[in-house]
């Protein structure tokens, strides 16, 4: 089927918007027209958003100053304060060796995804179901009539859920299988993830030693008198700084992650319209896509990242103040807060789709992916989020896998590792507990990866069925199928 071949999708013959049949040099010369159903078409190579990235540049090169002028004497005094002459090499060599059998078993599960997805998703659903139940339970052992009341309703809503996205299951494995297909296929893109993971760990040591620099300035302590003789310090919250440097922490961390989604985005697209530049490790297809989220795509990135950081920020101030006498008003703010975040992360979540796909600036393609999605009635495939479950529980059985290995460690084995350890009595406990993280956290970086996949398959599905079923016959075939058992009268 060629790319220009009239498809049916939603029981309508549409043509691909999206030439794929010039070359990439061509495609960057000049913008295609819009498409009047809302698809994406390749724009002109420019930067866009550009006095966004510059806004980040600025960002970093503040902190990076403040650490340097302030917060390098600060650092040194607060370590000098600390040594206590306790060894915890024992424990970073055991976060080392979990976090190996983390990256291990990491690996370990993208196969597994690909050759039992459908089974995944139902035992995910089903494990969801039954903590809802225990809680349930819980609730009401633990004598909290009101909370049981609660978590039997929520428990009864998500049955119901559960039977309503039931038969959507199969069309939803599909959708795994394609994105695992298509990152196992560019598996730089998982190197990718975890070096933007190290980037935003290196940020966040570095926004720390600034924040010891500037605390004085940020917290200021007053002396409070009780009565005649009692008197203790109080903490007084400059929220002005306290405002910027939160912004400045959260700004760049929704950058970095991101930028990955982007990057995975563009080479995700690359996979499916032409399979021959995304068919290896580090693909022409995966270094594009990497280049462009870095360069003409980055200040869009830094767009939506920073409205999402804006209210991350407002929302952590509140969280600060919440024991201030407004306690009730702080609480509603910190309730809106919260819901404004979801409301643009979930926006981002598709916008930043077509950013990596088509390179639109960031408004332009917040508004050309839920136009698509709105002409083609496909809210209720968004909705259904199945496979994040899938996420969720593969992600804590490799953190409960590792934090039984390093229920194993303990202040004899092995020898030497543990020797002037502090607390010596619960190094196993400990080691577990970093066993948890390391896995819950490594694994995640995967699954993120994989969910930034299945969210650009589910686009290009809706754009690109005519490529899908040319590049990638079997996948499409198996992906139509199941689709049209969920709406039999979409087909031709």
């Known amino acids: 089927m060629g790319s220009g071949t009239p498809v049916v999708v939603q029981g309508t013959a549409v043509a691909s918007p999206y030439d794929h049949t010039t070359t990439q040099s061509s495609a960057r010369g000049a913008a295609a027209p819009a498409d009047p159903e809302g698809g994406g078409q390749k724009q002109a190579t420019r930067c866009r958003d550009p006095i966004f990235a510059l806004l980040l540049y600025g960002n970093v090169a503040a902190i990076i100053a403040v650490a340097g002028i302030y917060g390098t004497e600060a650092f040194s005094d607060a370590v000098s304060d600390t040594t206590s002459g306790y060894n915890y090499t024992g424990y970073i060599y055991a976060t080392f060796v979990l976090g190996a059998v983390a990256i291990i078993l990491t690996g370990i599960t993208l196969p597994i995804m690909m050759c039992i997805p459908e089974m995944l998703i139902k035992v995910s659903l089903i494990m969801m179901l039954v903590l809802s139940g225990v809680m349930m339970v819980m609730m009401f052992l633990s004598g909290s009539i009101i909370g049981g009341i609660f978590g039997a309703i929520f428990f009864l809503i998500f ?25 196992k296929k560019n598996a730089g893109t998982i190197l990718v993830a975890y070096f933007f993971v190290a980037l935003a760990f290196g940020w966040t040591l570095l926004w720390s030693v600034s924040l010891m620099g500037v605390w004085d300035k ?132 598709w916008a930043f789709v077509y950013v990596g796909l088509y390179g639109y600036s960031y408004l332009e393609a917040g508004k050309n992916v839920f136009t ?121």
């Open 372 to 492: 698509l999605f709105k002409n083609r009635g496909w809210e209720a495939i968004i909705a259904d989020d199945l496979i994040n479950n899938v996420f969720f529980f593969l992600s804590l059985c490799v953190g409960g896998i590792c934090a039984a290995i390093g229920y194993a460690f303990n202040e004899d084995s092995p020898e030497g590792w543990f020797d002037n350890s502090p607390n010596p009595g619960s190094i196993s406990s400990t080691c577990a507990g970093l066993g948890f993280v390391a896995g819950l956290v490594l694994s995640s970086i995967l699954m993120s990866t994989i969910a930034s996949a299945v969210n650009t398959v589910i686009v290009c599905f809706a754009e690109g069925p005519a490529e899908f079923e040319a590049n990638h016959p079997e996948l499409s075939r198996k992906m139509r199928e199941t689709w049209l058992e969920f709406y039999p009268d979409c087909g031709a």
């Open 159 to 183: 049955c119901c859920y559960a039977k309503a996205v039931w038969p959507r299951i199969p069309f939803a494995s599909v959708n795994l299988l394609t994105a695992c297909t298509a990152i």
């Open 218 to 349: 940020v917290i200021q302590a007053e002396t409070v008198t009780v009565g005649d003789n009692v008197s203790y310090e109080q903490n007084s919250v400059n929220y002005g700084y306290l405002f910027l440097l939160l912004l400045s922490y959260f700004f760049t961390h929704q950058v970095i992650q991101n930028t990955t989604h982007v990057a995975v985005a563009g080479t995700v697209g690359s996979w499916w319209f032409s399979p021959e530049d995304a068919t290896s490790c580090c693909s022409a297809g995966l270094m594009g896509s990497l280049i462009r989220a870095l360069t003409t795509s980055f200040g869009s990135i830094c767009f939506g990242s920073l409205l999402v950081a804006i209210i991350q920020s407002l929302k952590a101030l509140a969280q600060t103040a919440r024991n201030q006498d407004n306690g009730i008003l702080i609480c509603l703010a910190e309730c809106i807060l919260s819901c404004l975040e979801s409301i643009l992360e979930y926006f981002n979540k």
